[in-house]
Nanobody, 119 residues
């Protein structure tokens, strides 16, 4: 059973940057789409970005387009979320997840990492 481990969260001022990482333990990302979701207090979990491992093709939520970049490192079996021009509304717990690229269900989730953006 694969385990997804996020890291890189923290406290940053508005306009700043953070880079989140998600590493796979006990499995690989081959054949999967990897994604980042986030959940703010009192809100539902929402999609942020995804990347297809084999092709590198990416999808972004409109709210983060132009500010966030998702990428992968095949050798390290790790994905990243580079977050620039952060806003207070980006404050949330960020979760890494994966799904088989032909399916809609995200089947494994990390424990989450807190991102807090102060104004």
């Amino acid at each position: 059973q694969v385990q997804l481990v996020e890291s890189g969260g923290g406290l940053v001022q508005a306009g700043g940057s953070l880079r989140l990482s998600c590493a796979a333990s006990g499995g690989t990302f081959s054949g999967y789409v990897l994604g980042w979701f986030r959940q703010a207090p009192g809100k539902v979990r929402e999609f942020v970005a995804s990347i297809r491992w084999s092709t590198g093709s990416t999808v972004y939520a409109d709210s983060v387009k132009g500010r966030f970049t998702i990428s992968r490192d095949n050798a390290e079996n790790t994905i990243y979320l580079q977050m620039n021009s952060l806003k207070p509304e980006d404050t949330a717990i960020y979760y890494c997840t994966r799904r088989i690229w032909t399916l809609r269900t995200w089947d494994s989730w990390g424990q989450g990492t807190q991102v807090t953006v102060s104004s």
